[in-house]
């Protein structure tokens, strides 16, 4: 069997409502869950292979998307949260107890500061963006996937309509290099 790159995406993918206002998003706790609540719909939604973002059980990839920070809010539970890395760019509160990540903030100077990471598979709503791309692709190798089956993780992104990508999609990447010139300048 194939294995499974995430649930959302191995049987094709569902696309988002454009007029989806938001929900809420649960960590897996039978009980007592850690509840955040989202004002908004998520942007640059993506699968992403990297190391560090949550996957769900038995999945190769993330899937995670970005909110304004402002639109973000613990409404319960919050003191079941605890900062995963300290010193990630991107600082991962996940659960203490069940070890889902509920949101990932970024605190130092970066081109997204003011955006949370986020995994709206964690809501029971529908209509939150589809993924828009694969990230990261080769990073799972890193984790253990055998190099010689990667050609088929591209395929099967590109059978459901997502561009595979070893870093973030172009325009992403435009976005972080344009902040490091504008940083460069600054500094002559
Ligand atoms: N190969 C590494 C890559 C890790 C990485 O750079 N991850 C990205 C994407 S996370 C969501 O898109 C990143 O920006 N990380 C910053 C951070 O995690 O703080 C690996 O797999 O670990
Ligand atoms: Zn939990
Ligand atoms: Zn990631």
Same mark, same amino acid.
């Given at each position: 069997?194939?294995?499974?790159?995430? $649930?959302?995406?191995? &049987?094709?993918?569902?696309?988002?409502?454009? +007029?989806?206002?938001?929900?809420? %998003?649960?960590?897996?706790?039978?009980? &007592?869950?850690?509840?955040?609540? !989202?004002? =908004? +719909?998520? %942007?640059? +939604?993506?699968?992403?292979?990297?190391?560090?973002?949550?996957?769900?059980? =038995?999945?190769?990839?993330?899937?995670?998307?970005?909110? $304004? #920070?402002?639109?973000?809010?613990? #409404?319960?539970?919050? *003191?079941?949260?605890?900062?995963? @890395?300290?010193?990630?760019?991107? *600082?991962? &509160?996940?659960?203490?107890?069940?070890?889902?990540?509920?949101?990932?903030?970024?605190?130092? @100077?970066?081109?997204?500061?003011?955006?949370?990471?986020?995994? #709206?598979?964690?809501?029971?709503? =529908?209509?939150?963006?589809?993924?828009?791309?694969?990230?990261?692709?080769? =990073? /799972?190798?890193?984790?253990?996937?055998?190099?010689? *089956? /990667?050609?088929?993780?591209?395929?099967?992104?590109?059978?459901?309509?997502?561009?595979?990508?070893?870093? %973030?999609?172009?325009? %992403?990447?435009?976005? /972080?290099?344009?902040? #490091?010139? *504008?940083? &460069?300048?600054?500094? !002559?």
């Amino acid at each position: 069997m194939a294995p499974s790159l995430h $649930p959302s995406i191995d &049987n094709g993918i569902k696309k988002g409502d454009a +007029n989806f206002a938001g929900g809420k %998003l649960y960590c897996h706790c039978p009980s &007592n869950k850690v509840e955040v609540t !989202l004002g =908004s +719909n998520v %942007l640059h +939604n993506h699968a992403c292979g990297c190391s560090k973002c949550w996957k769900p059980k =038995s999945a190769l990839f993330s899937v995670v998307g970005v909110i $304004p #920070t402002d639109k973000l809010s613990v #409404t319960a539970n919050e *003191q079941k949260l605890h900062i995963i @890395d300290e010193s990630a760019a991107i *600082q991962r &509160n996940a659960c203490r107890e069940c070890g889902v990540h509920l949101f990932g903030r970024i605190v130092v @100077d970066h081109p997204f500061k003011g955006l949370d990471f986020v995994h #709206t598979e964690l809501s029971d709503k =529908s209509g939150w963006q589809e993924p828009q791309f694969a990230a990261f692709v080769s =990073s /799972i190798i890193e984790q253990g996937f055998p190099p010689d *089956q /990667i050609d088929g993780v591209r395929s099967k992104f590109k059978s459901v309509g997502l561009e595979s990508y070893d870093v %973030l999609s172009p325009p %992403l990447m435009d976005a /972080i290099a344009t902040h #490091t010139a *504008q940083k &460069n300048k600054a500094k !002559l």
